[in-house]
């Protein structure tokens, strides 16, 4: 009988078209052993998820905040605690330093959902280890950090999701809506416009006192040094999502938020999962939050949160409208309409071109480590969609047009934008 890690290998190897199912490993010694960096509101929503799944086994949890941790770790032992005939579960292992985590002997894959600005060097570092990773979006927290990571997976040749779960589920709304634009049902695209909130803006927060139980210091990694605010680390389990997310220091904004989702579907669409914009053109009002325009070479136009207003005078808007020269397609993730509403009363047809079978991310991510197969959505896919999020972010600080090159990940003749590209890590997380 194969071992586990022969098993996955000579899967890998040789990317033969298994089928992943429930009860593929009868064993723990038999099962995937996954462990999981970041326990907060995001992370625990995936650690719940995985724990419900017989084919891998949560072997290791990983937070710097104790109570985080503690929680996560109770989590994983009521759940496997109830499999046994004893009621028992000898504990999951926990860890402060996601690096103690990655050497956590016999592990084979990590989930990753810390702050933005932590997703690159646990990635870099799992990939080096051999870990298959599943990542959470936006991929990263600048351009430079994206193709770093796509780097190490390629030269690793690990398994890599990032965790745009539009393209699999949502009720299929968003894969429908690219089905049809790729099908030609709105004739030629012209214009895309995402429904998303402000960029992101400098931290601002008054200094707080460090919890006990919280290693602050470890939460900051590589972003510069400033104050404890619970607003960036909440105290204790939470359930809401941080605001971090607001600053430019952590994050990017509701832009680069919700943004690298819908600008991800925007990108599929347009058939651009390995390239970009050419043009970023602010609006004319520094002070204005929205508007700006990513321009493609072949002459889209993708708007950030703006929109037009129909014949009764409202505003044509959802997640993501697709203006196309024979209709408009307007998706989110409650559901999928089109103007007129012919455009998807009929079928498509047994010919017709179909996005990437998949109707759950984290499942996806299992059969490709089973199969070798690339992922729904790669780390090449992921970088694409988060620089979607980083351009415009830049775009509204800088303040006027820029000129992309989306082969060189670079911005043509203009050495000002390209320090934007990139954030200085203190010296400790240089890797």
Not at 126 to 147: F, M, N, Q, S
Not at 223 to 233: F, P
Not at 266 to 273: I, R
Not at 310 to 335: H, N, Y
Request: hydrophobic content about 35%; some cysteine; aromatic content about 8%.
């Amino acid at each position: 009988m194969l071992s586990r890690r022969t098993f996955l290998k000579s899967a890998a190897a040789t990317a033969a078209p298994l089928v992943w199912t429930q009860t593929s490993f009868a064993a723990p010694s038999e099962k995937l052993t996954i462990g999981f960096i970041g326990v907060g509101t995001q992370g625990r929503g995936h650690l719940n998820a995985f724990l419900g799944r017989d084919a891998v086994e949560v072997v290791a949890v990983c937070d710097v905040v104790k109570e985080r941790l503690d929680s996560a770790a109770e989590m994983v032992g009521k759940r496997y605690a109830a499999r046994t005939k004893s009621g028992k579960y000898p504990g999951v292992v926990s860890y402060t330093d996601f690096r103690q985590l990655l050497d956590h002997k016999g592990l084979d894959a990590v989930v990753i959902a810390t702050p933005d600005h932590w997703h690159a060097i646990p990635c870099q570092l799992a990939a080096r280890a051999g870990k298959h990773i599943y990542c959470e979006k936006p991929l990263t927290h600048d351009v430079a950090e994206g193709r770093a990571i796509t780097d190490a997976v390629k030269a690793a040749k690990i398994v890599f999701q990032t965790g745009s779960q539009q393209r699999s589920e949502f009720g299929g709304h968003f894969r429908k809506a690219v089905e049809y634009i790729w099908n030609g049902r709105i004739g030629k695209l012209k214009t895309i416009r995402i429904g998303v909130g402000e960029p992101a803006r400098p931290c601002d927060l008054p200094t707080q006192s460090v919890p006990t139980g919280t290693d602050w210091d470890l939460w900051l990694g590589p972003a510069q040094e400033r104050g404890y605010n619970e607003e960036l680390c909440p105290k204790g389990v939470h359930k809401h999502f941080p605001t971090w997310r607001k600053y430019q220091e952590f994050g990017g904004g509701q832009i680069a938020d919700m943004g690298a989702h819908h600008f991800d579907i925007a990108q599929w669409a347009l058939k651009m999962d390995a390239s970009g914009p050419v043009k970023v053109i602010p609006p004319g009002d520094p002070k204005k939050q929205s508007g700006l325009r990513f321009v493609y070479a072949n002459g889209v136009e993708m708007i950030h949160n703006q929109f037009e207003k129909g014949k009764d005078g409202k505003e044509v808007r959802a997640d993501c409208v697709f203006e196309g020269t024979e209709g408009i397609i307007l998706v989110s993730r409650s559901g999928i309409s089109s103007l007129p509403d012919t455009i998807l009363k009929e079928p498509l047809g047994e010919k017709a071109e179909r996005v990437y079978p998949s109707n759950n991310h984290h499942t996806n991510w299992l059969e490709c480590i089973k199969t070798g197969k690339d992922t729904i959505c790669t780390a090449e896919t992921g970088q694409r969609s988060a620089t979607i999020c980083h351009l415009g972010n830049i775009g509204y600080r800088l303040g006027r047009k820029l000129t992309w090159d989306p082969a060189k990940e670079r911005f043509v003749d203009d050495t000002a934008a390209d320090k934007e590209l990139t954030h200085e890590p203190r010296s400790k997380w240089k890797l």
